[in-house]
């Protein structure tokens, strides 16, 4: 990689809290006591956007506090009034090609990695899924490099989710496949962004070399990537900032 610069940037804003979502499924008033206890933390790690299924709206809106910050998740048919809620983005699991934007409100169509990205609309981002409780669910470390090269290429942004629990690449016994870890992907977008193969950085389990490239990522390139890689969602918000502190890269 470029000259070092320290890894100043690379990791900020970079978790959403899935708090309601598997395999940690918090009730919602567990899930927005524990935001409200992150945000009085204040981590520079985690985004501070709570992630909420648009079925459990109402649910959210009986809540107070609520969350300053929220990522609306489309699992119903049509959009749902989200008046006088902080809604800063949408995800959602429609074909790109049919996705239309929302003013003000950023927008993240799911795409399947192995499969042709085609029609995508201006203003609309892509969301990639990382993994799942399945193990035909985590993509190959070619069709995520793919994907992440697509998104380099065509400057286009991306929400990641799923599977990320930890830091670094390592086999899940539980369902015999392994899991993709977060560095690894945030490092692998900084290889696409150089016009560098990611698949090796997928790839490789070598903790120190994933922590010498994390320190030696420069300042424009962190910039670049984290302009492509917006977040991922973690039922997990201690998790990856424990992981981050263990390996000493933030």
């Known amino acids: 990689m470029s000259a070092p610069s320290g890894t100043s940037g690379l990791f900020t804003a970079l978790v959403d809290d899935a708090g309601l979502f598997p395999p940690t499924a918090l009730h919602m008033d567990e899930a927005l006591a524990r935001h409200q206890r992150d945000l009085d933390e204040g981590s520079p790690v985690l985004t501070h956007r709570f992630l909420c299924p648009a ?19 489309l699992d119903t048919h049509a959009l749902p009034d989200f008046t006088g809620l902080p809604v ?68 286009v942004p991306f929400k990641a989710t799923a599977g990320l629990h930890h830091a670094v690449r390592h086999f899940d016994p539980s369902l015999g496949v392994d899991r993709h870890g977060f560095l690894n992907l945030v490092l692998a977008v900084c290889e ?31 910039k670049r990537a984290r302009q492509l890689l917006v977040s991922y969602g973690s039922c997990s918000t201690s998790t990856p900032i424990d992981d981050l502190k263990t390996l000493g890269v933030a």
């Open 192 to 222: 696409a962004a150089e016009r560098r193969d990611p698949v090796p950085i997928l790839r490789t389990t070598d903790v120190g070399l994933l922590v010498r490239l994390a320190h030696a990522v420069s300042e424009e390139t962190a």
């Open 88 to 155: 800063d983005l949408v995800e959602t699991k429609q074909p790109p090609e049919e996705v239309e934007p929302i003013p003000g409100v950023r927008v993240f169509a799911e795409v399947v990695p192995r499969r042709q990205i085609t029609g995508l609309r201006e203003g609309v981002g892509l969301k990639v899924r990382c993994g799942g409780l399945t193990a035909d669910a985590f993509p190959t470390p070619e069709h995520l490099g793919a994907f992440i090269e697509f998104c380099a290429e065509h400057d």
């Open 55 to 73: 079925s459990r709206l109402d649910a959210l809106r009986r809540i107070s506090p609520g969350p300053n910050r929220i990522g609306l998740i």
